[in-house]
């Protein structure tokens, strides 16, 4: 089944993109500039790509992004410090995001006659990002399927949308997947800040899936406070 990975260059997106080139699925990784607040991460998309010997599409939405205004990883809003199941970290929602890369996900794999998308959406996302649940991934397979009915027949993977980060890690290390080489920190510094709310469910995951975590952070214990009795 040839499949296309939406591929951020983040840990989940990079460590799902591994997992199909394990099973000789992977035709290709597709990345969005949507004007992000930094553009570190797209880097790391196209070494994965670089990696794993597959096109690697780059698509400029900047145009978009522009006006889907209001989120910290868009605008000038500084980005909150914590875990994502606080209630400040709903600054950090591009609104429709998923759905308007899908939406050009599926269009390329249709054109390309590919068999479907893969999206590492995880349940970690699901109290923040609506467009991260399950309902959604349901709902937008079932649009998909009669925007291409008669044209093409493309299925959407989200084999996380049940699952934890930390499975992800352990999925990830298991298909030898080289965690340094991805980017997860919103604010795009030398070294992941560890205060973010990426970089503190990242440190959380590695902890509970008990992988080592290679990350170099500026502050590596923040986690420990931010997750609070959780990480025991």
């Not at 609506?130 to 079932?142: G, L, S, Y």
């Not at 080489?181 to 795009?188: D, E, L, N, P, V």
């Not at 170099?216 to 986690?223: A, L, P, T």
Request: glycine fraction near 12%; proline fraction near 3%; charge should be negative.
């Amino acid at each position: 089944m040839k499949t296309l990975v939406v591929c951020s260059g983040g840990l989940d997106s990079v460590s799902l993109a591994h997992m199909i080139h394990a099973a000789g699925y992977l035709a290709g990784l597709v990345t969005f500039d949507y004007g992000q607040r930094h553009r570190k991460e797209i880097g790391f998309a196209a070494s994965c790509a670089a990696r794993l010997g597959v096109p690697h599409h780059i698509i400029d939405i900047g145009s978009i992004g522009a006006v889907l205004s209001g989120s910290a990883l868009t605008d000038g809003v500084d980005v909150p410090d914590g875990h994502y199941a606080e209630e400040t970290m709903k600054v950090t929602v591009v609104p429709n995001r998923n759905a308007i890369m899908l939406a050009v996900a599926f269009g390329l794999a249709a054109a390309q006659k590919l068999d479907a998308v893969a999206a590492a959406v995880h349940g970690g996302d699901h109290f923040i990002y609506p467009d991260c649940r399950p309902d959604f991934i349901d709902a937008f397979r079932a649009m998909q399927r009669r925007a291409l009915d008669g044209y093409a027949a493309v299925d959407l993977l989200a084999p996380f949308v049940e699952r934890s980060k930390a499975d992800i890690v352990v999925e990830g290390a298991r298909v030898g997947t080289p965690f340094a080489a991805t980017w997860s920190c919103y604010k795009g510094g030398e070294k992941h800040c560890g205060r973010c709310g990426t970089c503190v469910e990242r440190r959380e995951a590695f902890h509970l899936a008990k992988v080592e975590d290679p990350t170099e952070y500026e502050d590596r214990d923040f986690w420990i406070g931010a997750v609070g009795g959780r990480a025991g």
